[in-house]
């Protein structure tokens, strides 16, 4: 059976008087750090000496210290740095500064799902995983709204880890929207997918195709750019908004009737079993492992796949469009959502 926590099975009383030590200061660090301050928390932010982000946060009026200092003057501990660089951090400058009865939280089970940090006994360990980027997670709570969250315990030698992971979530706003209890296995795994199979890499390998496609039949970039890149905020909009049904319900008979059409020649019985086999990957751990080695190596293949995205005419197209289109850089274009007291809207 689900569970989903609200604000009414939440409290912030479990943290009050409790340091709370927020490694990193990227997008979710930031986001955390701040929302955690204003639901009135102690929160100290833990860099590296030499990080371009310590100034950042001191401006944003954080206390801000080592990543080991932060470590030693909290009990609660979250660690909000990039996925490959936890290990070594949490091995160097968190682990010898943990103390019995802390609490250990992470944004995304990776490291620990995949046992590239083990966490020593005597201590809590939980997660919890705003379902949005940072900069949007800070955006609801400031209109005093929130975005849903997951919520996974790991290891509870104090037995009051969830009651403490859960205020952690209420202290940032995903309460306020709702936090369903995971584990740590289905968070990591399914969130994997999620980029690779769907959201980050099968959303950009689509539209680029569709983009070359209509360019190579020799249709103008711009036209193509706007089919295949700029109207997919429309959908996405209705999706957001009200799943697949508020899609189909927006759209033309005709864009329905094709849409229905095309999908299934495109999302076949090869793709579909490709996307097991993506699966599998992440669950069994190889998918995990190659990045690390990507990692370790320098990220040759990452930056080389940056480069070639970059140069990819698509971009340059896009540049020149979006230079004239002023309307992107409003608040509402900018946070993807409808306008209140709106059914459904156009455009990105």
């Known amino acids: 059976m689900t569970t989903i926590y609200y604000e009414n099975d939440s409290s ?79 091995e160097t400058e968190v682990a010898p500064n943990l103390q019995v009865g802390d609490l250990l939280l992470f944004a995304h089970g990776f490291n620990l799902h995949f046992g590239a940090i083990t966490p020593p006994p005597g201590i809590d360990v939980g997660l919890v995983a705003p379902k949005s980027p940072g900069h949007r997670v800070r955006e609801v709570f400031e209109r005093g709204e929130g975005t849903p969250g997951l919520l ?20 940032i706003g995903c309460t306020r929207a709702g936090v369903l209890e995971t584990t740590f296995a289905e968070e990591t795994e399914t969130d994997l997918f999620g980029e690779q199979a769907v959201l980050c890499g099968g959303v950009t390998a689509l539209v680029r195709s569709g983009f070359d496609t209509l360019v190579e039949a020799g249709y103008q970039p711009e ?11 429309l959908i996405v909009d209705l999706l957001y908004r009200g799943g697949l049904q508020e899609m189909w319900n927006s759209v033309s008979d005709t864009a329905e009737h094709g849409g229905y059409e095309g999908g299934d020649r495109l999302v076949t019985a090869e793709t579909r079993q490709e996307m097991r086999r993506m699966l599998r990957d992440i669950q069994e751990g190889r998918y995990a492992a190659g990045w690390v080695r990507e990692y370790q190596d320098g990220s040759p293949e990452l930056l080389r796949r940056r480069a070639q ?15 004239m289109m002023r309307f992107l850089h409003s608040a509402d274009a900018l946070e993807g959502e409808f306008p209140p007291g709106t059914v459904s809207r156009s455009g990105p």
Request: glycine share 8%; charged share 20%; aromatic share 4%.
């Open 12 to 90: 912030l009383q479990p943290l009050r008087g409790v340091r709370i030590a927020v490694l990193g200061y990227g997008s979710q660090g930031r986001a955390h750090a701040l929302n955690l301050r204003d639901s009135g928390l102690d929160v100290i932010v833990g860099l590296r000496r030499e990080s371009h982000r310590w100034r950042a946060a001191e401006t944003d009026g954080l206390t801000v210290a080592t990543l080991a200092q932060a470590t030693q003057q909290a009990s609660v501990v979250a660690m909000l740095l990039p996925d490959p660089s936890q290990p070594e951090v949490f």
């Open 152 to 171: 996974a315990i790991a290891q509870d030698t104090t037995t009051t880890a969830r009651e403490r992971t859960l205020a952690y979530a209420h202290g």
């Open 223 to 233: 036209v193509a750019y706007f089919e295949c890149l700029h109207e997919l905020k």
């Open 309 to 323: 995205e970059e140069a990819h005419p698509i971009e340059r197209v896009g540049r020149g469009l979006r230079s």
